[in-house]
């Protein structure tokens, strides 16, 4: 199966040079660069941010099935565009093993790709764009000049098969489960009764073919987004245009905060479908398994601390803590990260990926534990001694 050779393949074709979801523009630059210089692929500038940098199309391919991929319309959500860079290394390498592969592809379809559209909220590690606009709820009215550049785009290439990259909070559970969802799909809904046009059936199908490949890998935790009508989302509004739009949201992975596996997801996946669509395999698969996925919930904490301590001195209150991971961006360009306790009380219904029994525990040096504060050290001590120590998953993170 492609898929399966793509992943054991990964490590040959990751771009090393980009490590990190937050990396820096000087990087990106001299990638985009190289990929000028490569003559498999064509550059085209389409415009520019609210800031003045230029969103460029990366095209390979020459076929007449018109394909569309675009990343990091949302600032903060990098993942996939890790992957896009992966997908053009893969594309620009010589092995004889992929080259009929790669010939199928350049002679079927033509791939549309804006990588990084949103580079001022890029740089800034923000969901909004410069203006302070989220895209994905500007497809309507296009008040920012990404979001226009972005439709004038997907109606000039008018593809059959559209791909819009994002990350989703990495706490979304499949289901009202304790999984963690790792990749979550949808095929969007292009109206607001949620017909299934055939734009909406090519898109489902492709889904179908994603959750066919990683199920083996990720078993329960894959889920998707509920399919409601939303104009403003640019899902929706591709969908409407026929344009067979497939969203493909990266989740989280455990202590991968950097979402290294689910970069790795992404590109195989991406590339499994491209090829799928070059030899149109993709017209006799089902829809069943993409219709049975678990919805997005949020059932889940990153440590769940039950009948914790809330305060020091006697008489001691107890109550269930969810600590989660608090990002933060850095001047320096990278990500600080501390902790938040989201919700105290009775917290039986969601699940934590630590679960920890706090009924012996007591406070250590804070004397009130308090909701949304954020914490770079807590400490439960047990019989006088270290039985909970927030810094050590906080070593977790940087390890």
């Not at 890029?122 to 709820?137: F, K, P, Q, V």
């Not at 785009?153 to 559970?173: G, V």
């Not at 939303?230 to 989280?252: C, N, T």
């Not at 934590?352 to 029994?357: A, P, S, Y």
């Amino acid at each position: 199966m492609i898929f399966n050779s793509l992943i054991e393949q990964y490590e040959s074709f990751q771009e090393k040079r980009i490590s990190n979801r937050r990396f820096s523009e000087k990087i990106w630059n001299a990638l985009l660069q190289e990929w000028s210089e490569n003559s498999l692929f064509s550059t085209r500038k389409l415009g520019e941010t609210f800031e003045g940098k230029a969103i460029q199309e990366i095209r390979f391919g020459q076929g007449p099935i018109h394909i569309a991929a675009w990343s990091q319309m949302h600032g903060d959500e990098a993942t996939a565009t890790m992957a896009l860079a992966d997908i053009f290394l893969f594309l620009s390498q010589n092995e004889t093993s992929w080259l009929s592969f790669k010939k199928e592809l350049h002679q079927k379809v033509s791939i549309f790709f804006i990588p990084r559209l949103n580079a001022d909220g890029a740089n800034r590690w923000t969901r909004e764009t410069a203006l302070g606009i989220d895209m994905n709820r500007d497809a309507r009215t296009q008040n920012s000049p990404e979001a226009k550049i972005l439709a004038q785009w997907l109606d000039e290439i008018k593809p059959l098969f559209s791909f819009n990259l994002h990350d989703q909070n990495r706490l979304y559970s499949a289901g009202k489960t304790p999984h963690q969802t790792h990749i979550a799909l949808l095929a969007t809904a292009g109206d607001e009764h949620g017909t299934w046009t055939a734009s909406r059936l090519r898109a489902a199908k492709i889904a179908n073919q994603m959750v066919r490949h990683l199920q083996p890998l990720l078993h329960e935790k894959i889920a998707k987004w509920t399919d409601e009508f939303e104009a403003r989302a640019f899902g929706d509004y591709a969908q409407g245009k026929g344009y067979g739009l497939v969203l493909l949201e990266s989740g989280g992975a455990g202590w991968d905060l950097e979402k290294q596996t689910l970069r790795k997801y992404n590109a195989c996946l991406l590339l499994a479908a491209f090829y799928s669509i070059s030899t149109e395999s993709w017209r006799t698969e089902e829809t069943q398994l993409y219709q049975h996925l678990p919805t997005n919930e949020r059932q889940i904490f990153d440590i769940l601390i039950k009948n914790a301590p809330l305060n020091q001195e006697e008489p001691i209150y107890r109550a269930d803590i969810g600590l989660n991971i608090q990002e933060t961006a850095q001047e320096d360009g990278s990500i600080g990260y501390a902790w938040i306790i989201e919700d105290i009380g009775d917290l039986s219904p969601w699940y934590g990926l630590t679960e920890i029994d706090g009924e012996a525990l007591h406070l250590h040096s804070e004397k009130m534990l308090k909701k949304e504060g954020v914490y770079h050290q807590l400490v439960l001590t047990k019989n006088n001694q270290v039985a909970f120590d927030l810094h050590s998953y906080t070593l977790k993170i940087n390890s």
